[in-house]
């Protein structure tokens, strides 16, 4: 490792060379990865609701839809609208009274249920088929030209007129994600550092590793866009301590080589390559912990961010050596005193009172456990966004106006007769909060003959093999009473016919709910092993992983915890993101101290004198790393309108003070605590360093 640090000590120019033109591939990827929106596409492509999807495209040529409402319009005006909705590219089919009927035929011919579904009031309602799926690009742009071709009057609905609005919501918030986390983490280290310029050069170096994560992730194909957001935040927050460490390495090397600067880099290099790699591992292992998700998002997310660890290792040792060299006089004449306080009399009042600790970490279990437990979660990922955005307020008027909260699609055999179809969707519209059911014999009343019907409607709804069945719900997606009535419908459904499908977004999410149920526990069970592991063979003890993980696990049951009792319900997936992340990355505060415990212990001082040099020792260290990670995550869950990315970051905010104040606190309390178990279960303790620390003193004497 010291032949390679002198390698880059020598040419360090060179080095920012190539960082500077790896940034024109980057920027090129990063342009070409598509952002996917939306989040039930990452469920297994095996399930019904997946495949239920897929044969809607191929079969039908239809993937999306959309419901329009129109206020005040006459039929003459609906019906233009319609003409010019089915006149844009990827719109499949528009089906409104209007296009059943002409305006030839009365609307008092139609049966009344038909009727009723496409008018109330002073409003008429058209469905609206994409040949794309819900969030594909050639729907979105179908959607933004719906909005640009009809007039106030019309409200677009649905989840593609949702997703059309995260993704613009997104993209305008990004670039301000990435200013604010900077801007808040700079003063974070120019409180920490010793000098005004380093800051910019940490920032600059971790921008280099962020460019060369986000242009690699095109080899992915696409990445969702909760990765995307969350990716330079937390990457920026995770490997800020590498540089921190080599930075600090630095200075100390200065002292043994104060006449050659590339000779301390070189050693500080090699002495962070050691560090940072052995470091960086419990994190990497628990982003890949989320890649064994049956719902795919956590693959996506766990590959992007693992990467990021390994981009930000590999900048930490190439281009932040260069960058400090290479502009050594401009930070030596912008050093200045450290800012941060000493933490002296704190590590010693902690020490001494470790017992007061330990109680009150018994006593915090309690209610964090049961917090744990019991937060309300949440899976409609939309009601979270602004309520001023197009999309939620054509969501909301459809469900004032029509009292409809969310629509199925019943996929079943098309061979299936009038009577039988009749007597299927008279059964599904006694099922509760069913509003209507309607398919293609619906249209088929005594007074309409099956040759009136359009053709165009007739593709829409039938096919060789299957047809389709429109299913109006007045519950809410995700909530218990729509589940209750997905389960119903798929047993009439069954029945009639086994290879019947129930499709839509609340048939999907109630997939998503019993998926991502499951995934939490092996997740979490997965990251605890793996962590656990890695710190057993790093410190060669049984002992030592159970007290770090379980100090850890305490924080995040603390962080999750609080959202129960401040009645605040959160994402499925941020238990996931959190149990990992907070896990992965904050772990490492501990095992920084454990290392300095370890050291101590072993060179013979007895266990009070050992845990608190390691506490006086890494506590400036720890409380820099976790509020750099909380200045990068703070920022963005306050400013973004995106419910989902503001609430994970706070939460990711939290944890990290969380952990902190319980490694300070409780950590070395346990260590004080469990001195004699951990000598006995660790190799480098196993001597009786009490007894060979007195031998020292007496022998002194």
Same mark, same amino acid.
């Given at each position: 490792?010291?032949?390679?640090?002198?390698?880059?000590?020598?040419?360090?120019?060179?080095?920012?060379?190539?960082?500077?033109?790896?940034?024109?591939?980057?920027?090129?990827?990063?342009?070409?990865?598509?952002?996917?929106? =939306?989040?039930?596409?990452?469920?297994?492509?095996?399930?019904?609701?997946?495949?239920?999807?897929?044969?809607?495209?191929?079969?039908?040529?239809?993937?999306?839809?959309?419901?329009?409402?129109?206020?005040?319009?006459?039929?003459?005006?609906?019906?233009?609208?319609?003409?010019?909705? /089915?006149?844009?590219?990827?719109?499949?089919?528009?089906?409104?009274?209007?296009?059943?009927?002409?305006?030839?035929?009365?609307?008092?011919?139609?049966?009344?249920?038909?009727?009723?579904?496409?008018?109330?009031?002073?409003?008429?309602? @058209?469905?609206?088929?994409?040949?794309?799926?819900?969030?594909?690009?050639?729907?979105?742009?179908?959607?933004?030209?719906?909005?640009?071709?009809?007039?106030?009057?019309?409200?677009?609905?649905?989840?593609?007129?949702?997703?059309?609005?995260?993704?613009?919501?997104?993209?305008?918030?990004?670039?301000?994600?990435? /200013?604010?986390?900077?801007?808040?983490?700079?003063?974070?280290?120019?409180?920490?550092?010793?000098?005004?310029?380093?800051?910019?050069?940490?920032?600059?170096?971790?921008?280099?590793?962020?460019?060369?994560?986000?242009?690699?992730?095109?080899?992915?194909?696409?990445?969702?866009?909760?990765?995307?957001?969350?990716?330079?935040?937390?990457?920026?927050?995770?490997?800020?301590?590498?540089?921190?460490?080599?930075?600090?390495?630095?200075?100390?090397?200065?002292?043994?080589? $104060?006449?050659?600067?590339?000779?301390?880099?070189?050693?500080?290099?090699?002495?962070?390559?050691?560090?940072?790699?052995?470091?960086?591992?419990?994190?990497?292992?628990?982003?890949? /912990?989320?890649?064994?998700?049956?719902?795919?998002?956590?693959?996506?997310?766990?590959?992007?961010?693992?990467?990021?660890?390994?981009?930000?290792?590999?900048?930490?040792?190439?281009?932040?050596?260069?960058?400090?060299?290479?502009?050594?006089?401009?930070?030596?004449?912008?050093?200045?005193?450290?800012?941060?306080?000493?933490?002296?009399?704190?590590?010693?009042?902690?020490?001494?009172?470790?017992?007061?600790?330990?109680?009150?970490?018994?006593?915090?279990?309690? $209610?964090?456990?049961?917090?744990?437990?019991?937060?309300?979660?949440?899976?409609?990922?939309?009601?979270?966004?602004?309520?001023?955005?197009?999309?939620?307020?054509?969501?909301?008027?459809?469900?004032?106006?029509?009292?409809?909260?969310?629509?199925?699609?019943?996929?079943?055999?098309?061979?299936?007769?009038?009577?039988?179809?009749?007597?299927?969707?008279?059964?599904?519209?006694?099922?509760?909060?069913?509003?209507?059911?309607?398919?293609?014999?619906?249209?088929?009343?005594?007074?309409?003959?099956?040759?009136?019907?359009?053709?165009?409607?007739?593709?829409?709804?039938?096919?060789?093999?299957?047809?389709?069945?429109?299913?109006?719900?007045?519950?809410?997606?995700?909530?218990?009473?729509?589940?209750?009535?997905?389960?119903?419908?798929? =047993?009439?459904?069954?029945?009639?016919?086994?290879?019947?499908?129930?499709?839509?977004?609340?048939?999907?999410?109630?997939?998503?709910?019993?998926?991502?149920?499951?995934?939490?526990?092996?997740?979490?069970?997965?990251?605890?092993?793996?962590?656990?592991?890695?710190?057993?063979?790093?410190?060669?003890?049984?002992?030592?992983?159970?007290?770090?993980?379980?100090?850890?696990?305490?924080?995040?049951?603390?962080?999750?915890?609080?959202?129960?009792?401040?009645?605040?319900?959160?994402?499925?997936?941020?238990?996931?993101?959190?149990?990992?992340?907070?896990?992965?990355?904050?772990?490492?505060?501990?095992?920084? @101290?454990?290392?300095?415990?370890?050291?101590?212990?072993?060179?013979?001082?007895?266990?009070?004198?050992?845990?608190?040099?390691?506490?006086?020792?890494?506590?400036?260290?720890?409380?820099?790393?976790?509020?750099?990670?909380?200045?990068?995550?703070?920022?963005?869950?306050?400013?973004?309108?995106?419910?989902?990315?503001?609430?994970?970051?706070?939460?990711?905010?939290?944890?990290?003070?969380?952990?902190?104040?319980?490694?300070?606190?409780?950590?070395?309390?346990?260590?004080?605590?469990?001195?004699?178990?951990?000598?006995?279960?660790?190799?480098?303790?196993?001597?009786?360093?009490?007894?060979?620390?007195?031998?020292?003193?007496?022998?002194?004497?």
């Amino acid at each position: 490792m010291l032949k390679l640090g002198e390698w880059i000590a020598r040419h360090r120019v060179l080095i920012l060379i190539i960082g500077v033109l790896l940034l024109i591939p980057s920027a090129f990827g990063f342009l070409h990865t598509r952002v996917n929106y =939306d989040i039930l596409s990452y469920l297994p492509k095996d399930i019904n609701t997946m495949v239920g999807q897929d044969i809607l495209k191929d079969d039908f040529g239809q993937g999306g839809f959309s419901f329009v409402m129109v206020e005040g319009m006459s039929d003459k005006e609906v019906a233009a609208t319609a003409d010019k909705i /089915a006149d844009i590219d990827h719109v499949s089919n528009v089906i409104c009274y209007q296009s059943l009927t002409d305006c030839t035929i009365p609307k008092e011919i139609l049966p009344q249920k038909v009727y009723d579904f496409f008018n109330k009031d002073d409003t008429t309602m @058209m469905a609206v088929f994409f040949d794309d799926t819900t969030s594909a690009d050639g729907t979105l742009d179908a959607v933004e030209e719906m909005r640009a071709v009809t007039s106030k009057q019309c409200f677009i609905s649905g989840m593609s007129a949702i997703t059309l609005d995260m993704k613009k919501l997104t993209q305008s918030e990004t670039l301000i994600y990435a /200013a604010i986390a900077s801007v808040l983490t700079s003063i974070v280290l120019l409180l920490a550092m010793d000098s005004f310029l380093i800051p910019v050069f940490f920032m600059l170096s971790i921008g280099f590793a962020i460019a060369w994560n986000l242009g690699t992730n095109m080899i992915l194909g696409e990445i969702s866009f909760i990765t995307q957001a969350l990716a330079l935040v937390l990457q920026l927050g995770v490997t800020m301590d590498y540089s921190i460490f080599l930075w600090h390495s630095y200075k100390e090397q200065l002292t043994h080589y $104060p006449d050659d600067k590339n000779k301390a880099m070189a050693q500080a290099i090699a002495n962070t390559i050691t560090s940072v790699v052995g470091s960086s591992f419990t994190t990497v292992a628990g982003f890949l /912990a989320m890649c064994f998700m049956t719902f795919t998002l956590g693959l996506d997310l766990g590959i992007v961010m693992a990467k990021g660890v390994v981009c930000g290792v590999i900048a930490c040792v190439t281009v932040l050596p260069a960058l400090i060299l290479v502009f050594d006089k401009a930070i030596a004449k912008t050093s200045h005193k450290d800012l941060m306080p000493q933490f002296g009399r704190i590590s010693s009042f902690i020490v001494n009172h470790s017992w007061m600790f330990l109680i009150g970490a018994i006593v915090l279990l309690i $209610p964090a456990a049961y917090g744990n437990s019991n937060y309300g979660v949440y899976y409609k990922l939309d009601s979270t966004l602004p309520k001023d955005l197009d999309s939620v307020v054509a969501n909301t008027k459809l469900s004032e106006e029509y009292n409809m909260n969310s629509t199925h699609i019943l996929m079943i055999d098309s061979d299936l007769s009038a009577k039988e179809a009749h007597k299927l969707t008279s059964e599904m519209e006694k099922v509760d909060g069913v509003k209507f059911a309607m398919g293609f014999n619906s249209l088929v009343g005594s007074a309409i003959p099956e040759e009136v019907i359009p053709d165009s409607v007739k593709e829409v709804l039938k096919s060789d093999e299957w047809q389709v069945m429109l299913i109006g719900s007045e519950y809410e997606v995700a909530s218990d009473e729509v589940n209750e009535q997905v389960a119903e419908l798929n =047993d009439i459904a069954e029945k009639y016919d086994d290879d019947a499908m129930l499709i839509g977004e609340a048939p999907a999410t109630k997939d998503l709910i019993e998926i991502t149920d499951k995934d939490f526990k092996v997740v979490n069970f997965l990251s605890i092993a793996a962590i656990f592991l890695i710190i057993a063979f790093t410190f060669k003890s049984v002992s030592l992983p159970i007290i770090l993980v379980s100090v850890i696990e305490l924080a995040i049951m603390i962080n999750l915890g609080i959202s129960c009792f401040t009645g605040t319900k959160l994402s499925f997936i941020a238990p996931i993101v959190i149990g990992t992340i907070q896990l992965g990355a904050t772990v490492d505060y501990a095992i920084l @101290m454990t290392t300095r415990y370890r050291t101590e212990r072993s060179s013979g001082k007895d266990k009070k004198e050992s845990v608190g040099i390691a506490l006086s020792t890494s506590i400036k260290s720890v409380i820099t790393s976790a509020l750099g990670f909380f200045a990068a995550t703070v920022g963005v869950a306050l400013y973004s309108d995106i419910g989902l990315i503001s609430e994970l970051c706070m939460l990711l905010a939290r944890g990290a003070l969380i952990s902190m104040g319980i490694v300070v606190t409780v950590l070395p309390s346990m260590f004080m605590l469990l001195d004699k178990v951990i000598c006995k279960t660790s190799v480098g303790f196993g001597q009786d360093s009490e007894k060979k620390h007195k031998l020292r003193l007496g022998f002194l004497h």
